[in-house]
């Protein structure tokens, strides 16, 4: 059973940093992508970045300049640099991660951003 743990999630001023951690119970590079979704409430589930085994990158328009998706191999970790924070960050951010006939959900972590 595959399991994805989140941390680092938090309050936030407007403006200010988080770094956003997925740690996984398998190697990072048996999966084919690895990636961070959001959910804010009352919205859908969206994608914010995402990173293939490959190593090549997906951002979400709102989020392309200020976040940064990486991987630890070694450590079987994914992060999501998030830089500039603003309000309309706030959100649960689940950690995802996908092979060909499954995909697998962290339990999420909370950011807020006050403004």
């Known amino acids: 059973q595959v399991q994805l743990v989140e941390s680092g999630g938090g309050l936030v001023q407007g403006g200010g940093s988080l770094r956003l951690s997925c740690a996984a119970s398998?190697?990072?590079?048996?999966?084919?992508?690895m990636g961070w979704y959001r959910q804010a409430p009352g919205k859908q589930r969206e994608l914010v970045a995402v990173m293939s085994v490959t190593g090549s990158i997906n951002y979400a328009g709102p989020v392309k300049g200020r976040f940064t998706i990486s991987r630890d191999n070694a450590k079987n970790t994914v992060y999501l640099q998030m830089n500039s924070l603003t309000p309309e960050d706030t959100a649960v951010y689940y950690c995802n991660a996908g092979r060909t006939l499954a995909q697998y959900w962290g339990q999420g972590t909370q950011v807020t951003v006050s403004s």
């Open positions: 398998e190697s990072v590079r048996s999966f084919s992508f």
